[in-house]
């Protein structure tokens, strides 16, 4: 399974060569410029649905219903919205 990463801060998920397959990234612009770069970037690689955990504070909600609400906007099936449950941080999208 293919995942992405907004502003991974966890320690454990640093290592590429456990977790091959999984994009990591670190941006502070505003949400909107995020939910239209990642859906450009889902596009690019053909991720037509995705799954979406993220950290259950006010900051993390507020970009993730932004990033949610764009990838509506471009026909992006978003098939589950979690907050995490663990000592993760951050958001993660992963490809159905």
Same mark, same amino acid.
């Given at each position: 399974? =293919?995942?992405?990463?907004?502003?991974?801060?966890?320690?454990?998920?640093?290592?590429? *060569? !456990?977790?091959?397959? $999984?994009?990591? %990234? #670190?941006?502070?612009?505003?949400?909107?410029?995020?939910? #239209?770069?990642?859906? #450009?970037?889902?596009? #690019?690689?053909?991720? %037509?649905?995705?799954?979406?955990?993220?950290?259950? !504070?006010? =900051?993390?909600?507020?970009? @993730?219903?932004?990033?949610?609400?764009?990838?509506? @906007?471009? =026909?992006?099936?978003?098939?589950?919205? @979690?907050?995490?449950?663990? =000592?993760?941080?951050? *958001?993660? $999208?992963?490809?159905?």
């Amino acid at each position: 399974m =293919d995942f992405l990463s907004l502003q991974l801060c966890s320690e454990p998920l640093y290592d590429s *060569i !456990s977790y091959s397959t $999984f994009a990591r %990234t #670190k941006v502070h612009v505003e949400n909107q410029k995020i939910g #239209k770069g990642l859906v #450009k970037l889902l596009q #690019k690689f053909n991720w %037509t649905q995705v799954a979406v955990l993220y950290e259950n !504070s006010s =900051d993390y909600i507020t970009i @993730k219903d932004v990033v949610v609400q764009e990838f509506v @906007k471009q =026909d992006i099936v978003v098939r589950m919205e @979690k907050p995490l449950l663990t =000592d993760l941080y951050g *958001i993660f $999208f992963c490809y159905y």
